[in-house]
């Protein structure tokens, strides 16, 4: 756990990878809003009314949060709230595993289409894995802000 904590270079690659797969997904869905409201709503798990809400709002909260993880900007909160986006959408990508349900699972938008399955739950735990690292990682030598 030590090495999680003060290696310097673990810090920086968990919070490049996490922020640029954010900041990928994000610009896709920020291009077609409309297309990622229909993805939102193949799950069936929210109100019709939060639907372009959520179409709108969370892709930016995806960019800003990867932009400023990267960069080393309040690592542990940014890092937090990716972990629990990313909690939801494993939640998510579940439930609709469970259903039966063939859709596509609105990570990447009009990107790349690729449906709900076992292989995205694992990437989203890797993800999370490597959101908790940059989360307890201690180093100050590649952040901007030194107080976390």
Not at 26 to 43: C, Q, T, V, W
Not at 45 to 61: G, R
Not at 102 to 121: F, L, M, P, Q, T
Request: with cysteine; net charge neutral.
């Amino acid at each position: 756990m030590n090495f999680v904590k003060t290696n310097p270079y673990l810090g920086l690659l968990a919070r490049v990878i996490i922020g640029i797969f954010f900041i990928v997904v994000a610009m896709s869905k920020i291009a077609d809003p409309l297309h990622f409201s229909g993805e939102i709503n193949n799950y069936d798990l929210l109100p019709d009314k939060i639907i372009n809400i959520m179409a709108i709002a969370l892709p930016w909260l995806e960019l800003v949060s990867g932009l400023l993880l990267i960069f080393g900007v309040r690592i542990k909160a940014n890092s937090a709230l990716l972990i629990a986006m990313l909690f939801v959408f494993t939640l998510a990508v579940s439930i609709a595993i469970m259903q039966g349900l063939d859709i596509n699972c609105g990570c990447y938008s009009a990107v790349e289409e690729r449906k709900v399955g076992w292989s995205k739950v694992a990437e989203n735990i890797g993800l999370i894995i490597l959101g908790v690292i940059a989360f307890f990682n201690e180093a100050k030598r590649f952040a901007f802000e030194k107080n976390f």
